[in-house]
């Protein structure tokens, strides 16, 4: 099992520019977060995936959209990206339950510039 | 929604001495209380974790201890070595199941 896996891991943009950073799992779980992560801070939940077909906001959630294409794929969509958006955003899963274990991917760094 | 602080945010150790890292939570409803470890440039992973019928967990040098009714958990790891240095994140599930982290805390392991 990959697990967790992020595309792309590093990415550079441009004020304004746009792109969409994949997540996905082969863990068969039912949930999907993605955060991000500003140096020598913690963890900012920005949405979530409850289950395939749902997605809700989480705590920094503006500038961002969010597709829960399918079980296994979460993306993250930066419409306009600004520099405070530059950030490592993580992707994690875990299958559902409140007291199962969260997953994480291997982060995308993004700078914007 | 769930309010986690977390102390110290920098903490350092002699090689061979203990760390203590202490979360607080203010819903009554948290049912689980998972600590990670993450190394620079690495993302988290979980190193242990404890579930609100449980009042202790050790695995190996490290252990968690919960008391439901102050609504605080610790992190206890004995005989710090070099590889113990990292930032230590806690985290709790609020009423939604959704897991709230706490700010973290740098340990850094002295020689």
């Known amino acids: 099992n990959a697990g967790v896996t992020q595309t792309p891991k590093f990415q550079v943009l441009k004020t304004g520019q746009s792109m969409t950073l994949q997540c996905a799992q082969d863990?068969?779980?039912?949930?999907m977060y993605w955060y991000r992560q500003d140096p020598g801070m913690g963890l900012r939940l920005i949405y979530y995936s409850a289950s395939e077909g749902t997605t809700d906001k989480g705590e920094v959630p503006n500038g961002y959209n969010v597709s829960r294409l399918n079980k296994r794929e979460f993306s993250l969509r930066l419409e306009s990206a600004a520099p405070s958006q530059t950030s490592v955003y993580f992707c994690a899963s875990i299958t559902g339950g409140r007291t199962d274990t969260q997953y994480f991917g291997p982060g995308t760094r993004l700078t914007v510039l | 929604g769930e309010n986690v602080e977390q102390h110290p945010s920098t903490l350092s150790v002699q090689e061979g001495d203990s760390a203590v890292i202490k979360c607080t939570y203010s819903d009554s409803a948290s049912n689980y209380f998972p600590w990670y470890k993450q190394e620079l440039g690495k993302r988290p992973q979980l190193i242990i974790d404890?579930?609100?019928?449980?009042g202790e967990k050790k695995d190996q040098r490290i252990a968690v201890t919960l008391n439901k009714t102050a609504k605080h958990f610790s992190l206890h790891i004995t005989e710090t070595q070099p590889e113990d240095s990292a930032v230590y994140f806690c985290g709790t599930t609020d009423s939604w199941g959704k897991l709230q982290f706490g700010a973290g805390t740098q340990v850094v392991v002295t020689p």
């Open positions: 863990m068969n779980h039912n949930s």
């Open positions: 404890i579930r609100s019928n449980v």
